[in-house]
């Protein structure tokens, strides 16, 4: 299975991630995570991704595709891949064309995530993320039974930095000048379904794997 998730800042994107990537047995890949990590590291391309990332912009797509290229040249990606938050513009869609073509591995589904900007202000406005073990929570959908502590690990629970009012918006309106053209790219090429991402995340869960199984049937 080598899926796409497409949607909204906020729409659940990590979440159904795990829980979907886990289904199939595949890698979940999030560019997000990847600038994060290289973020907290310390490293050139963190350096670089966190002055895009805190001002809600996207990082450059140079920067962008050649990591993931790396990424979905790795052996783990041989059963499939799930990718959370890639491509994020049409230049992005264009070039992974190009990198899944090479691989002999064609994307079999685009599957988008709707949810309301209001419900996407709520969301990212209340999730708080585990410093240690990177498990996601809501302080009010899903929150930890001790405030600020991780039910997991025991990890201090963090809010990350562009989920500030200001940033969320400047994030939707990169959304929709930027990626929501995708949903007709991948349309076109009959490779989109789309679900509601309101609900509880196991329901979302269900209906994501349900609308994968009829898109990949034979
Ligand atoms: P990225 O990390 O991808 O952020 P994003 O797309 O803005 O999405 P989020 O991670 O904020 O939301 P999500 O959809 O994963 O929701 P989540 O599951 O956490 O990117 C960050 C930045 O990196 C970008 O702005 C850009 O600068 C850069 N970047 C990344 N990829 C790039 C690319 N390809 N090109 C260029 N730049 C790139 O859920 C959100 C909250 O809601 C959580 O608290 C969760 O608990 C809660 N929640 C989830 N599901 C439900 C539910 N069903 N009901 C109630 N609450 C729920
Ligand atoms: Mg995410």
């Known amino acids: 299975?080598?899926?796409?998730?497409?949607?909204?800042?906020?729409?659940?994107?990590?979440?159904?991630?795990?829980?979907?990537?886990?289904?199939?047995?595949?890698?979940?890949?999030?560019?997000?995570?990847?600038?994060?990590?290289?973020?907290?590291?310390?490293?050139?391309?963190?350096?670089?991704?966190?002055?895009?990332?805190?001002?809600?912009?996207?990082?450059?797509?140079?920067?962008?595709?050649?990591?993931?290229?790396?990424?979905?040249?790795?052996?783990?990606?041989?059963s499939g891949f799930l990718l959370d938050g890639f491509p994020r513009t049409l230049a992005q869609a264009e070039a992974l064309g190009e990198i899944v073509a090479d691989l002999g591995t064609p994307l079999d589904v685009v599957l988008e995530l709707q949810v309301e900007d209001d419900e996407v202000v709520r969301r990212l406005s209340g999730r708080r993320t585990c410093r240690?073990?990177?498990h996601v929570w809501h302080v009010e959908f899903d929150p930890?039974?001790?405030?600020?502590?991780?039910?997991?690990?025991?990890?201090?629970?963090?809010?990350?930095?562009?989920?500030?009012?200001?940033?969320i918006r400047r994030r939707l309106e990169v959304y929709s000048e930027q990626t929501a053209p995708l949903v007709g790219y991948y349309a076109e090429r009959g490779l989109l379904r789309s679900t509601t991402a309101i609900g509880s995340v196991d329901e979302i869960t269900k209906r994501s794997v349900e609308a994968l199984e009829l898109a990949t049937q034979v």
């Open 144 to 167: 930890p039974s001790v405030a600020g502590v991780c039910d997991e690990c025991g990890g201090e629970l963090f809010q990350r930095d562009d989920d500030l009012p200001e940033t």
């Open 132 to 134: 240690n073990c990177g």
């Open 1 to 78: 299975m080598r899926v796409v998730l497409v949607g909204a800042p906020g729409a659940g994107k990590g979440t159904q991630a795990k829980h979907i990537a886990s289904h199939y047995e595949i890698p979940p890949i999030s560019t997000g995570d990847i600038f994060r990590a290289n973020i907290a590291e310390q490293t050139a391309l963190g350096k670089t991704a966190k002055r895009f990332m805190d001002a809600g912009d996207l990082v450059p797509d140079e920067v962008t595709i050649g990591i993931v290229r790396d990424r979905l040249a790795q052996d783990d990606t041989a």
